[in-house]
């Protein structure tokens, strides 16, 4: 049978380091990007264009959360 080493490390203490948040370009024009071919979508073909409309906005909804950082 294995043994399992364990190394333990001490916790850092006080608070974390903030670091400077700042936003990213290529993040927001993305995301605005996105909402625009949704706009132009809805607008030359709405009903034979549903599909690739509900493709985009389940694609933002699902990778672009509030939680998202551009940072990371």
């Given at each position: 049978?294995?043994?399992?080493?364990?190394?333990?490390?001490?916790?850092?203490?006080?608070?974390?380091?903030?670091?400077?948040?700042?936003?990213d370009p290529r993040y927001?024009?993305?995301?605005?990007?996105?909402?625009?071919?949704?706009?132009?979508l809805a607008q030359s073909?709405?009903?034979?264009?549903?599909?690739?409309?509900?493709?985009?906005?389940?694609?933002?909804?699902?990778?672009?959360?509030?939680?998202?950082?551009?940072?990371?």
């Amino acid at each position: 049978m294995a043994k399992v080493f364990t190394i333990p490390v001490p916790p850092k203490l006080g608070r974390p380091t903030k670091r400077e948040r700042g936003s990213d370009p290529r993040y927001v024009d993305g995301q605005r990007l996105l909402v625009e071919a949704m706009k132009y979508l809805a607008q030359s073909d709405p009903v034979s264009n549903r599909p690739a409309i509900e493709l985009i906005s389940e694609h933002v909804r699902t990778r672009f959360r509030m939680s998202d950082s551009p940072l990371a």
